[in-house]
């Protein structure tokens, strides 16, 4: 059984930065794609980022030129810098890979 867990979310101005990370119990990372999503309440999950074994990234609009995903194999992590964030970015923020989910993290984003 993998485990995933997400850290980094928090409390921040419009405007400012957070860093993600989600943590995998094994190696999982290296072998496959793996995504971001994120909840906001009273919405439907959706897609935020996805990179790929080979580095590949992909973006949602939304987010495209703000986000940035990585990966540290050797860490067994993902992370999800973000910046410029918006009043329209809140949500639990969810790490994926295959049909694992982790818990998620908040973000709050509020002046």
């Known amino acids: 059984q993998v485990q995933l867990v997400e850290s980094g979310g928090g409390f921040v101005q419009p405007g400012g930065s957070l860093r993600l990370s989600c943590v995998a119990s094994?190696?999982?990372?290296?072998?496959?794609?793996v995504y971001w999503y994120r909840q906001a309440p009273g919405k439907q999950r959706e897609y935020v980022a996805h990179i790929t074994t080979g580095g590949r990234t992909n973006y949602a609009d939304s987010v495209k030129g703000r986000f940035t995903i990585s990966r540290d194999n050797a860490k067994n992590t993902v992370y999800l810098q973000m910046t410029s964030l918006k009043p329209e970015d809140p949500a639990v923020y969810f790490c994926n890979v295959n049909y694992f989910w982790g818990k998620g993290t908040l973000v709050t984003v509020s002046s």
């Open positions: 094994t190696s999982i990372f290296s072998m496959n794609a």
